[in-house]
């Protein structure tokens, strides 16, 4: 089983931007579709992107297209999260998913079974 590692959360002003890394070791990242997920305090776990093994499609949670951008770097073994405009309802705590199956079964609400420990992002004034 792949391991992930989250990297790029912080304090983050309303507004503001920032980008998170997935760093997959472990196996063979162009073995595994990826994704973010998000968990905000007291609330469920949400589907926020995810991506294919190539990197040639993306799938976005409801409404969160525009503001979130999944890439992948397959020479790096890294996936990123990059967010705009960040709002106080953002704030959470965001993990990386791998699995090998196709992205889309994730967006469809099937995760993989390797997760990353998870990094905070919080967004406030």
């Known amino acids: 089983q792949v391991q992930l590692v989250e990297s790029g959360g912080g304090l983050v002003h309303p507004g503001g931007a920032v980008r998170l890394s997935c760093e997959v070791s472990?196996?063979?990242?162009?073995?595994?579709?990826m994704a973010w997920f998000r968990q905000a305090p007291g609330k469920e776990r949400e589907f926020v992107a995810a991506?294919?093994?190539?990197?040639?499609?993306?799938y976005y949670g409801r409404s969160l297209r525009g503001r979130f951008t999944i890439a992948r770097n397959n020479d790096l073994n890294t996936m990123y999260l990059h967010i705009i405009n960040l709002q106080p309802e953002d704030t959470a705590v965001y993990y990386c998913?791998?699995?090998?199956?196709?992205?889309?079964?994730?967006?469809?609400?099937?995760?993989?079974?390797?997760w990353g420990q998870g990094t905070q992002v919080t967004v406030s004034s």
């Open positions: 472990g196996g063979t990242f162009t073995d595994y579709a």
């Open positions: 998913n791998a699995d090998p199956g196709p992205a889309l079964q994730i967006a469809g609400g099937r995760p993989g079974g390797s």
């Open positions: 991506v294919d093994h190539g990197g040639g499609s993306t």
